[in-house]
């Protein structure tokens, strides 16, 4: 079965700062991995995806993020924070195995950048 | 061009009543998805259509919980005699049809069941 691990609630940082979101996953077989961000009564707004090749994937609003396939993480970066970003992000995963299989989404970290 | 949209988009329904949530794709996307999200909680997997043909749904909670999208467009959430547990944020996804395409969300609708 497939699993997504979030394992901070919460993240701080001060802006200007980089940020780190981290996110690791479980799958049988190989992973398409993705990050959305949820502002409040919204939908989730796609960020970027990591499907095949270059591990390090540029997204919207200038994240980027890395997989890594031996660590089983595909962690969300961004250099420079603007308050901005403080939402909710979610880290997602789905796997090629069974055609087109519904997103695995991982528990969430708001991310609250502090001016 | 216009994402997906949901409506309602907030409902508050009374224990026990039925409810319709509905789900508009972006234009020419085979595949539909419905996920609930409960509060403090990521979305999780209720059902999936590629066209009119429901493939998946696994993740419905119950027999009161049933989807439809009899044109392979428009669908529909409908949940049957609705109970507290029921309330959190539906929210409807669509996307081209391929295993590594993105998936696009809409605003969601949230249920809460007095």
């Known amino acids: 079965a497939q699993s997504v691990a979030q394992p901070e609630d919460q993240v701080n940082v001060a802006e200007g700062n980089p940020l780190t979101v981290k996110c690791t996953y479980s799958?049988?077989?190989?992973?398409?991995l993705f990050w959305y961000v949820q502002y409040p009564n919204r939908g989730l707004q796609f960020l970027l995806k990591y499907i095949t090749g270059d591990n390090l994937v540029k997204g919207s609003y200038g994240f980027e993020a890395e997989f890594n396939k031996s660590q089983t993480s595909f962690h969300l970066k961004k250099p420079s924070a603007l308050v901005s970003d403080s939402a909710l992000y979610f880290c997602a995963v789905s796997t090629a195995l069974s055609g087109n299989t519904p997103l695995v989404f991982g528990k969430g970290t708001r991310l609250s950048v502090i001016a | 061009g216009a994402g997906v949209s949901q409506s309602p988009r907030y409902k508050v329904a009374k224990r026990g009543q039925d409810v319709a949530l509905r789900c508009d794709p972006i234009s020419g996307h085979v595949s539909l998805f419905w996920y609930q999200q409960a509060l403090g909680q990521g979305p999780e997997f209720l059902t999936y259509?590629?066209?009119?043909?429901?493939?998946?749904k696994s993740g419905l909670p119950s027999d009161r919980f049933f989807a439809e999208r009899p044109e392979g467009s428009v669908s529909t959430l409908k949940i049957q005699r609705t109970q507290q547990e029921d309330s959190a944020v539906y929210l409807c996804a669509s996307s081209p049809g391929l295993a590594a395409d993105t998936q696009y969300f809409g605003p969601g609708t949230r249920l809460t069941v007095l």
């Open positions: 259509f590629q066209n009119e043909a429901q493939l998946d």
């Open positions: 799958v049988s077989g190989n992973p398409y």
